[in-house]
């Protein structure tokens, strides 16, 4: 684990989907929103995750360290 997790704004989220293309084992996208399968991002992860976040079209995602 890296110490950073995810976080959602539901009101902003419109389950474009983006997100589970970047990375699927962390989000997965219904008709109007995002669900969080998981919020601890793993080391091996991070970059992956980290695009998920930058590329959501209404920047709901964003990355919380400790």
Not at 18 to 44: I, P
Request: proline letters at 2%; hydrophobic letters at 40%.
């Amino acid at each position: 684990m890296t110490g950073v997790r995810i976080e959602v704004d539901l009101d902003l989220c419109q389950g474009h989907g983006v997100c589970e293309m970047e990375a699927a084992e962390y989000f997965r996208a219904h008709k109007d929103h995002v669900e969080l399968l998981r919020t601890e991002v793993d080391t091996d992860d991070v970059d992956d995750v980290e695009r998920a976040v930058a590329y959501c079209p209404t920047q709901a995602l964003r990355l919380v360290g400790d």
